[in-house]
């Protein structure tokens, strides 16, 4: 029986955080600063990188949520899948940090602007190669972090790297990870696409546009949202992807933002309970980090049906699952993720001065390339694996 799980140093587990007892994190919810998006970028057909918002999709509100039909199986046949041999690591964000490098320069303005008057700092600004912020992440890894406190099976493996000031975080799939991507059963792999079906029967690419159910769906097109937010002490960078935002366009992202998700229809108490236990914590969590407010639910049948739709809103969900015994704590949630990068802070000291940013000249081509140098493994000094531990 696994009781204690810990993440350790790579090289030999001499700074060990440990995540039990779960008590060490009930404590008020810690500081976490409004989040605000700083910048968009798109992925498309191609898995291409676009510096702008090309792909972000528009909520079509069904003609009445309460009843509806939309077949998640239709179209698998037609599936164009992003190659997840492929590890992207941190790259899509890097390209988008060094298109948008003036954006940092404001965040240190806020961060010094008592101490130095504009014009020192101005001079300071042209060769100002620092971000000014702490983490630089993608939203999922943060949603991982915040999750571990409940997780009681999967475990992870992030890489960090301290670069200028700023710790870089980047998760490295584990062999059990890549087991069961790669040996998924036939059924398991058709029902990954439901949650993608779903999304293009409640989105078009125009405000007043149709959803398009006859289109192919292609998963390697992404709409990703640049959000500038702090965690108590930690200033934090990070991207995620968005669903779609609501059509109305005087509302400000993130709070246009949806998150569109599916599950099974709920009937027995049991189920009800690992709803709350295990979906709602993860949708809750992913949520919460961007600050989207509405979270879409595509209730489904075994057939991949979805029948009805619900809202949830984010804020409200610690509400939902303090009505009957909770079987989690956001706080504990925070606190956790909170002094975990606090301890990060602590273990990775060493500056990587090969470089975690690095721009490179692409032959024949004015453009500028963008290398997270040889990934993972070589370049990130350290790596911080959360596992079960027997
Ligand atoms: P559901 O969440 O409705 O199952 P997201 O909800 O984050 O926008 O992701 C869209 C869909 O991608 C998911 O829909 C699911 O089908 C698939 N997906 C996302 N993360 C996944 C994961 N870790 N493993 C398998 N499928 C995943
Ligand atoms: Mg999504
Ligand atoms: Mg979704």
Not at 92 to 105: S, T
Not at 142 to 154: A, M, R
Not at 287 to 306: E, K, M, T, W
């Amino acid at each position: 029986r696994y009781d204690l799980k810990r993440a350790e140093d790579f090289s030999g587990g001499k700074v060990a955080f440990d995540v039990y007892p779960l008590s060490r994190f009930d404590l008020p919810f810690p500081n976490y600063r409004q989040p605000s998006e700083v910048g968009v970028f798109s992925l498309d057909a191609e898995r291409d990188f676009h510096n702008d918002g090309r792909k972000l999709r528009c909520y079509v509100v069904p003609p009445d949520p309460k009843h509806v039909n939309f077949d998640l199986t239709e179209g698998y046949d037609t599936l164009i899948k992003r190659d997840e041999d492929e590890k992207e690591r941190l790259d899509h964000m890097l390209r988008w940090i060094l298109k948008n490098r003036r954006k940092f320069l404001l965040a240190r303005r806020s961060v010094s602007s008592s101490s130095e008057t504009g014009e020192q700092e101005s001079e300071h600004a042209e060769s100002d190669s620092q971000l000014h912020t702490d983490f630089i992440a993608w939203r999922g890894h943060f949603t991982k972090i915040l999750c571990t406190p409940y997780e009681n099976q999967d475990g992870w493996t992030m890489a960090v790297s301290k670069f200028n000031g700023t710790w870089y975080i980047s998760e490295v799939e584990t062999p059990e990870q890549r087991d069961r991507r790669v040996n998924m059963a036939p059924r398991q792999r058709e029902m990954t696409y439901w949650g993608y079906k779903f999304e293009q029967y409640l989105t078009a690419a125009e405000p007043n546009g149709k959803p398009e159910t006859s289109d192919p769906v292609n998963t390697n097109e992404a709409f990703c949202t640049v959000i500038r937010t702090r965690l108590n002490t930690h200033s934090m960078v990070f991207s995620g992807e968005v669903d779609c935002r609501i059509a109305d366009n005087r509302m400000r992202a993130p709070q246009c933002y949806i998150e569109l998700k599916t599950s099974r229809e709920t009937y027995k108490p049991n189920q009800q309970r690992n709803f709350r236990r295990y979906k709602l914590l993860k949708w809750w969590a992913q949520s919460f980090l961007p600050g989207v407010p509405r979270i879409v639910a595509g209730f489904r049948d075994d057939n991949g049906v979805v029948n009805f739709l619900e809202t949830f809103k984010t804020m409200e969900i610690p509400n939902i699952i303090k009505a009957d015994s909770p079987t989690w704590n956001p706080s504990v949630c925070v606190n956790f993720c909170d002094q975990f990068l606090a301890h990060v802070k602590k273990v990775v000291q060493e500056d990587n001065h090969r470089g975690v940013l690095r721009k490179k000249r692409v032959e024949n081509s004015a453009e500028e390339e963008l290398r997270m140098p040889e990934a993972t493994r070589q370049q990130f000094l350290d790596v911080v694996r959360f596992k079960w531990r027997n």
